[in-house]
């Protein structure tokens, strides 16, 4: 890896919505190759578009190249190798152990995540995972991940895109400064209509069977073993063997950036309520699930949300939905389509107008990943955000499922319910 050259900031600025304040400058050389070589773990949905936004960086001057790519179901697989000129792997590790590979992207069922990760981090490439980076009942697994990666001084972007979006570090300063005095309540939350990500995930081949071209046991990982179902292998997100509904597929979006700005840091306890309210059927996980997450500094975070109806209320903002609201002991921050507002406490003044400097983009957030690795710094989605967003969200599964209110020791790293 040599160094990440400038963008061709105005064609790149038009290209992907970049904020104006993200300029990578030319960075040293970390290795003799001349570029970073990624492998993308995951040739589905998601897997793709980490193709294309790395392509794009690749098209418009970054020194990145796709040179490997490794899916279990061989079509998806070949389609892509064949697109890119990416040499095809079927097995995550042989792609891993392959030299050409400094980083690799990893867009698989969520239940997989977290041991490819574990895998990668001890061959030392670099990271980015699609969110969540572990399963809701993989608490230890989640832990073993930060450790491996700590251990091996990763770089680690996790796949939540809307971190790339200026309002965040914006606001987060306000924050710092005192703008609102401590924070104290927190909404966020994601709303929407459709079970169009869960149902509506294509089935590739509906006559597809294991074998040669299918590795259905790869597919089921550490989740129970069960016969072969077509629907379960391309439409996973239903199933609560491999997901986990809003709370883990969308609520990594909308509560990473909150916990950002505010400083959250681990939660002290856990409630969450929900159920399957429009869509049922084959279904097995939530399209509706609100939790509330109590921290050690007296503030409370709420993450509300619905797939059966979708007014935000306050807005919505890229993949992070509704825009939060940050409730300090001196006024309160808000979202207002282009423009960040923060109210003195019962009105007493007037309302500050601070101008967003940009919005999110998926192609910005691989673009801060391969700037990382290039110049070993701490990228947006870092793995100590990432560990707190995903623990506060297991905690909220499990207490869902328990019915009970899960408590966090920040010592022990331990849950209990």
């Not at 979006?253 to 309210?277: D, E, N, Q, R």
């Not at 050690?296 to 619905?306: A, E, F, H, K």
């Not at 423009?339 to 601070?354: D, F, S, T």
Request: net charge positive.
């Amino acid at each position: 890896m040599k160094y990440l050259k400038k963008f061709a900031r105005r064609k790149f600025i038009k290209s992907c919505g970049a904020f104006a304040f993200f300029a990578p400058s030319v960075l040293r050389s970390k290795g003799a190759n001349d570029r970073l070589g990624v492998g993308v773990i995951g040739c589905g949905g998601r897997g793709n578009t980490h193709l294309y936004c790395l392509n794009y960086l690749k098209n418009h001057g970054t020194l990145v190249e796709i040179v490997a790519v490794c899916d279990i179901y061989r079509p998806r697989l070949q389609k892509a190798a064949k697109k890119y000129g990416a040499k095809p792997y079927t097995d995550h590790r042989d792609l891993i152990q392959d030299r050409a590979v400094d980083a690799v992207s990893i867009a698989t069922p969520d239940h997989i995540h977290g041991y490819q990760v574990i895998d990668a981090a001890r061959a030392k490439k670099d990271i980015y995972c699609e969110k969540p980076f572990t399963h809701w009942r993989q608490f230890e697994l989640t832990k073993k991940v930060v450790e491996e990666v700590k251990k091996n001084r990763c770089v680690f972007q996790l796949g939540t895109q809307g971190m790339s979006d200026s309002a965040w570090q914006q606001a987060a300063q306000l924050i710092k400064e005192g703008a609102v005095g401590k924070p104290v309540h927190v909404e966020c939350g994601y709303f929407r209509v459709g079970d169009w990500g869960e149902r509506g995930m294509p089935i590739d081949d509906p006559n597809a069977r294991p074998g040669k071209d299918l590795n259905w046991e790869a597919f089921l990982g550490d989740s129970p073993k069960r016969p072969f179902n077509v629907s379960r292998f391309f439409r996973w997100r239903m199933y609560e063997d491999y997901a986990g509904g809003p709370v883990t597929d969308l609520y990594p979006h909308c509560l990473t950036p909150v916990a950002f700005m505010v400083s959250a840091g681990f939660p002290s306890s856990v409630v969450a309520l929900g159920g399957k309210y429009r869509y049922d059927g084959e279904r097995e996980v939530p399209d509706t699930f609100d939790l509330i997450a109590q921290y050690p500094q007296n503030m409370d975070i709420m993450v509300l949300g619905t797939q059966a109806n979708d007014y935000c209320g306050t807005g919505a903002r890229g993949s992070v939905g509704r825009c939060p609201v940050i409730r300090g002991w001196n006024g309160t921050i808000t979202f207002e389509g282009s423009e960040i507002w923060v109210r003195p406490l019962g009105n007493r003044g007037p309302i500050k107008k601070i101008k967003i400097k940009g919005s999110e983009s998926t192609v910005l957030h691989f673009a801060d990943f391969v700037q990382c690795c290039f110049g070993r710094k701490t990228p947006r989605s870092h793995i100590d955000l990432a560990f707190q967003v995903q623990t506060t969200l297991q905690m909220a599964m499990l207490a869902f499922r328990a019915g009970k209110t899960a408590k966090f020791d920040p010592k022990e790293l331990k849950i209990t319910l």
